[in-house]
């Protein structure tokens, strides 16, 4: 192998061949096609120059980065650039210039250039992943050309199309650089970025649906042997979190932090004062000051307190169809407004000749955002999972398709293989390493290449594979999941104790069409002589009600309680299949965090499991119910401490004349309750 090396320095018109000052023993080549990741890695291309003065000018005079190319013959070998810098030593001579080529990759890290969203608008087409047919709606041809790549010479013809759509993919300008994009973009649908021998882009997909050796190796180089390393992988499974995406039209994303005055007990807003000729915000005419758009707007369950609970999963994905909405004086008017999917940049001016003022100041559009995050778990029976959050999987099958991806590539990939070999291969060839000596037999991808020009043998490094095969997976709900189970719990409690009462109501009407316009209620520990159907006696020993039905005390609400839990535990274990809810008296063992116990020995109290402890979930309001009827029972103790062990309920239209302190009337024309104090 001969190899030709030009250097092409800036403002030049045509390279430098340095050949011929190229030492011996010099040359080495590393390739990496990607990391344990499946992220891009960057090559390198390593070799020293004898000295020159022509092209040592050349070096130092340099300001930019010096396009390399390695040839041998009409074969590429390496493109890429030298950097511009310099170490040399001379004593009694100048010694070798040891320069160092990475690969032509290094534009992707640059920062983003300009904001960008593709589709440009929430709802629009989304767009294709890869598209070499159609690189204008081609998520990566676009991120190159952002880049500074030209498509036609700087991407490989081999380049494939991936037709997987993304619902939406945003940037910022400055925050991030093209290589984390596409890396991880690329990388959660099963693919990987490289530049190859030409330094041109290029796509390899890891994520192999048919797996075929090219080659089976069964002899290797002496000087290093044959090499296995396995890995420890403290894992046993691995799970993908995902993002279920909404639209959320005419949403508020931005609100300015104009002064509210609430002292006199209405919102007024006394407005921010802008001089005349100035601009709000201040100085944006001179620099960029951004609006940045924030999520919480968006939780619109906990704003209007429908839930008691902030979701946490809420995240902006993009947003568009802006609208400024602002009160202001009459002189105060928009001098600019430009809109990204994540800020916006707009610009207020005093155009009067005084000082005037703006009251307040916010932006609405049509927000796209992760409304839940959603969990999938590859790995049979898996309680270890490696967990990753993904950035830009949107449906529940790619989830599932790179979850069992990793997990296969874990369960294969940390087999590691050492070779060498004077045969050439390529980056990503699929080979069968078959090893006589040790009987070791696996099928592996190469994904590291390294060679001494000067050497015989080439060193490989390669992984072992295997063609994906979904894998068992756990489809797991989220923590607003499980809260909403537990509310829909409570609520069937509350619903039930409120069904009771309605229902007591009801067979104590049924009861009085009978009898002569009263009720008695008894409050004593023991059972009472009943006066007719539909009497009370509440059991003060454990504040347990019971009605007469003619020949029996029957209890009439702790039944129906137990048999709402009772359901509501039924259809809790075919929600999810995350949570267990226990009814019984002492604390259960828990199988798992989120699991319920209603405590029958404490008024059915809810308990939810935190991983460590039952921790007490009851709401609020019901606590306060209880609170409220356990005052009921203290005053009704006090009435009755000084009545004849009987409470009179009249149940009637009109107020009736009370018999003593602590009598009860049941309005029958609005169902209200009340009791005689003495005097009302």
Sequence with gaps: MTLTVTLHFPGDGSPTDVTHLVRDHSKRISRRLMNDDRRSVIDFFAFSLKYNATVFSKLLAATDKIVTTVTDGATPVFKGYVAPTLEARAHERVDPIELEALDNSWKLDRPIQASFAYPSTVGGTALKICDPADTGNSIVHLRLQDAGYTIATDVAASCPTISQTIEHIAGTEGERNNREILDMLLSEYGYALFF??????????????????????????????????????????????????????????????????????SVVFPGKAIAAGDYYPADGDVIDIYQVFRTEWLDLAYLSRESRLRNEDLALIASSNHVVTFDADE???????????????????????????????????????????????????????EKYVSEYIYDQASAQRHASAMHLARLYGDITCGFEDRQVYELGEVVSLQEPKTGFSQTAIIIEIDHEFDKPMWRYVAIGIAEYLLQPIESIG???????????????????????????????????????????TFYQATAPTAEGVGDLWVDTDDDRLYRWNGSNWIEIQDADIAQAIADAATAQSTADGKIVSFYQTSAPTAEGVGDLWVDTDDGNKLYRWSGSAWVDVHDAQIDQALADAAQAITDAATAQATADGKVTTFYQATAPTADGIGDLWIDTDTDRLYRWNGSN
């Design 196 to 265: 190859d021998a030409e330094g041109k882009f290029d796509i390899y997909r890891w994520d192999k649906d048919t797996v075929t050796p090219t080659s089976t190796i069964t002899s290797f180089g002496t000087e290093h042997g044959f090499r296995i390393t396995k890995r420890d992988n403290e894992y046993d499974g691995f799970e993908t979190e995902w993002s279920d995406l909404e639209i959320l039209e005419d949403a508020l994303l931005y609100r300015d932090n104009l002064p509210v005055d609430t002292s006199g007990g």
């Design 331 to 385: 002189d105060v008017v928009e001098d600019s407004a430009s809109f990204e999917a994540k800020r916006a940049k707009v610009l207020f001016q005093n155009t009067g000749a005084g000082t005037e003022k703006i009251y307040y100041f916010e932006i609405h559009g049509t927000a796209l955002y992760r409304a839940s995050r959603r969990y999938e778990k590859a790995g049979d029976g898996s309680t270890n999972p």
């Design 478 to 520: 989220t923590l607003m999941d499980i809260i909403a189970v537990q509310q829909a719990i409570t609520t069937a409690i509350a619903s039930i104790a409120l069904a009771d009462a309605a229902q007591a109501i009801t067979d104590a009407a049924t009861a009085q069409a009978t009898a002569d316009g009263k009720v008695t």
